[in-house]
């Protein structure tokens, strides 16, 4: 690229800026994410709007190209990391500020499966959209998984499998919660190359994402329903 077309980030005014970000979110771009979010509080943006309108705004954008076959899981992974470089910077304000959280997420690939590109990409586009998510690796057990609900009280368990041998420990684990009366407690999605709907019902899970951009749109949903029910109740 020659000096004239080198873009001068803080020289955009607010709308440019952010739409810039979008583009430099979708190719990857770390450094240029992290000036981008640094220059937008410096001129007084909160954390929580260059979250949403800067980097999940972006994040969507990837995501719809991601369900539509145009991005693939490289680029996906690339504008993930670029996300996180900018979310470096903003995950300690959002704290201080106690900016509100679209939701919560407990994932973790099930025991003698030791799989985590998928459920990594769910990870990476989840936090892209502005849930926070706990990550518990791969090979868990179902204490694991009932520590993590205990100590995160998440609104979200997510289970990952990759092999038809590993599939049936997710029912094992939702037993488990209903056996201690914390099934109703939480929306389970499931999701892994063997796995389909029919499975995800017959083991009373609520709902089969079949890849990370569905996971997304589903999580948002399930999410926005359990609220309003909880506000229904109040």
């Known amino acids: 690229m020659s000096d004239e077309e080198e873009i001068i980030l803080a020289e955009l005014d607010d709308d440019e800026l952010v739409q810039q970000m979008h583009d430099d979110l979708y190719d990857g771009l770390q450094d240029e994410i992290r000036e981008g979010v640094q220059i937008l509080l410096d001129r007084g943006w909160t954390p929580?709007?260059?979250l949403t309108k800067a980097l999940v705004e972006g994040m969507t954008i990837v995501g719809i190209d991601f369900r539509d076959g145009i991005l693939f899981v490289p680029e996906v992974l690339m504008a993930a990391n670029a996300m996180k470089a900018g979310m470096t910077i903003l995950r300690p304000l959002l704290a201080e500020t106690g900016a509100p959280k679209v939701g919560s997420m407990v994932i973790g690939t099930v025991k003698g499966d030791i799989h985590d590109i998928g459920k990594n990409l769910v990870?990476?586009?989840l936090?892209?959209?502005?849930?926070d998510v706990v990550d518990i690796g791969i090979n868990n057990p179902v204490e694991n998984y009932l520590e993590a609900l205990e100590e995160h009280k998440p609104d979200i368990l997510g289970m990952s499998a990759l092999l038809t041998t590993t599939m049936p420990y997710m029912k094992v684990v939702i037993d488990a919660m209903v056996e201690k009366g914390i099934r109703d407690d939480y929306i389970v999605l499931v999701g892994g190359a063997p796995l389909n709907e029919a499975f995800a019902d017959s083991i009373g899970a609520d709902a089969y994402c079949r890849d990370a951009a569905v996971a997304v749109e589903t999580a948002k949903e399930k999410v926005a329903e359990?609220?309003?029910?909880?506000a229904a109740a109040c």
């Open 48 to 50: 929580y709007d260059v």
């Open 123 to 125: 990870s990476m586009m």
């Open 127 to 131: 936090e892209g959209a502005g849930f």
């Open 226 to 230: 359990k609220r309003g029910k909880e």
